[in-house]
């Protein structure tokens, strides 16, 4: 029953969940760290923003530890038995006789049996690229991959008549043979007949082995085998969505699969892809992914799941429709209410209803924008179970830019654009003010004229049709940071996860902290859900007896006799309607503020920003 919430951590968004969550580890148990990374920190990149912080810091440390190793070799020798050294520096390093480095996620599982000069070498790819390069550079273009279809999929026929496919790898920065075991992969399992062209789009990247090496490989592979294969590059970075619309305008075949070149597509992946589009050319697919292990280069099964997105517009994974499961047919298309970026679709369909939108920066909500448009404007989205490709997850991206920035900025285009009245959740989510946001999302006229020629429906349509399950919160009074006017400096936080105990800590600008207070008179604390079948949204509670305030799941604290009900206004006391107790805070004698709950002295709270009420019944 669980099975798709662990799906949820896998594959092309997984990563900066995994890394969000370390990092709020970190957060809880290194005050010291955690001053660090706030500090730094102004903006609400969500906790997503950290990561690159977080790696530069890993890095540090391991190249610290490294020379420190190196150096006290025989010294430490006597702690003996790879146990770990007391201490910060040194629990970097593991003293297993010839193993350094041993706490980088590489290491992990790999790397026994390598020189002290393999380990550095295989350490500083993995840092550069967020993967396993020295692995991948000895690993056989040609290998075999597990066949992870089911077992029907392997009874299915297609029709001998199908249309031809152009496949375009998109990259960045890509280890070389990443590249080329990709290429072999979709030219090995493709049949040859079908596939007219591979096209490389090269999103201006920096390395070395990307330019005059990359160029005779293809020059070679274009003598020794049928299909053609291009390469296109960027003479600037342009970014995800402009790579795959530099690859589909050169595209020329009757269906195009856009994918990342850190793949390997799986044996019989292009039929069912070509037969669907084939029989009805407005369905926009997806395969279904497995995930190549960042570290090892071995293929993990995933299961189905559908591709969904939260309010932030960051996808996440949900449950297998019933509507699916009712079918009993483990190969039948599944409809889901969006793509995780990878793609196929009819050329001449995805051209006239706008491509990718070339607005969109770096990488994130750009699949989301698309899958609005295809159900909006009249096609659909299904994940084909019988196409298996499997897909690299990074350790960490090779980007720069903080991804949380463009990853909000692309959320508000998309908001704008797309999402009519329910924009509001979209800015709550990342709790931005409605009015005066200060980000600059760009020129959306030319997507509204579009949306207008194509007589597109309203988000109302598509989420009462389309995705029921994402939820709109109506009536948020107030949402943001909420302080007591004892103390300014200290919010409302959500207190360690997992864990029920909220607290007052220093403000900070991750989602811990949102507050949302409900007309209906619920405190949410944390990260704005809006799919409570799904995922857990918390709400502030009385108890009734002690005077420690506690989060509970608000769907389960009403039948567990919790009173999760408050009044409230800005500027006032926060006030439980069953108990009549107060939120306040007070301090200890030495000790920092406590939240709790008591008989009320008048204490004033206040939430940032102004919510929206009313949300269901007007514009
Ligand atoms: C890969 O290619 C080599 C050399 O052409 C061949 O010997 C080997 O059998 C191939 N392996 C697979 C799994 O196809
Ligand atoms: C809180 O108020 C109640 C009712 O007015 C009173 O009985 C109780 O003693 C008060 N508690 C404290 C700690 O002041
Ligand atoms: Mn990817």
């Given at each position: 029953m669980r099975l798709w919430r662990r799906s949820c951590s896998k594959v092309l968004c997984a990563k900066l969940t995994l890394l969000a969550a370390n990092i709020l580890l970190l957060f809880y148990t290194r005050e010291a760290i955690h001053s660090l990374v706030v500090g730094s920190?102004?903006?609400?990149?969500?906790?997503?923003?950290?990561s690159p912080l977080y790696l530069k810091k890993d890095m540090h440390h391991l190249r610290k530890s490294m020379k420190s190793t190196t150096k006290r070799q025989g010294h430490v020798a006597k702690w003996g038995n790879g146990e770990f050294l007391p201490g910060w520096k040194e629990m970097k390093v593991r003293l297993a006789p010839k193993r350094f480095f041993l706490s980088s996620k590489i290491f992990q599982q790999w790397g026994k049996g390598l020189s002290e000069a393999q380990q550095q070498e295989a350490l500083d790819l993995f840092l550069e690229f967020g993967y396993n390069v020295f692995l991948s550079n000895q690993l056989p273009y040609n290998r075999s991959i597990p066949d992870t279809r089911d077992a029907r999929c392997l009874q299915k026929t297609y029709p001998a008549q199908l249309p031809s496919l152009s496949v375009i790898l998109i990259f960045m920065n890509e280890a070389l043979s990443v590249i080329q075991r990709a290429i072999t992969s979709v030219t090995n399992r493709t049949p040859t007949w079908l596939l007219k062209e591979i096209i490389l789009v090269d999103d201006f990247s920096s390395h070395g082995e990307l330019k005059a090496r990359l160029d005779e490989k293809i020059k070679l592979y274009n003598q020794n085998y049928p299909v053609l294969l291009k390469l296109i590059r960027h003479k600037k970075r342009r970014g995800l969505a402009q790579a795959r619309n530099t690859g589909l305008e050169a595209a020329t075949a009757d269906v195009v699969a856009i994918l990342d070149a850190h793949i390997e597509v799986n044996i019989g992946w292009a039929e069912p892809i070509l037969a669907r589009i084939q029989e009805d050319h407005t369905v926009v697919v997806s395969p279904v992914f497995d995930n190549i292990d960042f570290d090892t280069f071995e293929l993990k099964k995933y299961e189905l799941a559908a591709d969904g997105f939260s309010w932030k517009l960051w996808c996440q994974y949900d449950p297998v429709p019933q509507a699916w499961i009712d079918l009993?047919?483990?190969?039948a298309p599944m409809k889901s209410p969006s793509i995780m970026g990878i793609l196929a679709a009819n050329r001449i369909f995805l051209e006239e209803l706008g491509a990718l939108d070339g607005g969109m920066l770096l990488y994130g909500g750009e699949n989301v924008e698309l899958s609005l448009r295809v159900w909006q404007c009249g096609g659909k989205i299904e994940i084909l179970p019988c196409s298996r490709v499997a897909h690299l997850e990074r350790h960490h991206k090779p980007y720069a830019m903080d991804p949380g920035i463009p990853l909000r900025r692309n959320a508000l285009r998309v908001a704008e654009i797309w999402?009519?009245?329910?924009k509001y959740m979209v800015y709550s989510a990342w709790n931005l003010p409605l009015q005066n946001s200060g980000i600059d999302y760009g020129d959306i006229s030319s997507r509204r004229a579009l949306r207008e020629k194509l007589k597109c429906k309203t988000f109302d349509w598509y989420l009462k049709n389309v995705y029921p399950l994402l939820k709109p919160v109506p009536n948020i009074v107030r949402y943001g940071r909420m302080k007591n006017s004892l103390d300014e400096n200290v919010c409302l936080d959500r207190g360690p996860v997992p864990g029920n105990s909220p607290k007052m800590a220093p403000c900070h600008e991750f989602s811990v902290q949102n507050v949302y207070y409900l007309l209906s008179g619920e405190i949410y604390v944390g990260e704005l859900i809006g799919k409570e079948d799904i995922h857990e949204q918390y709400c502030l509670t009385d108890s009734g007896t002690g005077e420690k305030p506690t989060l509970e799941l608000c769907s389960q604290a009403v039948n567990s006799g919790q009173h999760i009900y408050w009044d409230f206004q800005q500027g006032q006391s926060v006030k439980n309607?069953?108990?009549?107790r107060c939120l306040e805070m007070r301090k200890d004698p030495s000790g920092p503020y406590r939240l709790v709950l008591e008989n009320c002295t008048q204490q004033i709270w206040n939430i940032q920003h102004i919510g929206r009420t009313g949300a269901t019944d007007s514009q």
């Open positions: 920190l102004h903006k609400e990149g969500a906790a997503v923003a950290q009993g047919d483990a190969t999402m009519d009245k329910y309607r069953d108990t009549a």
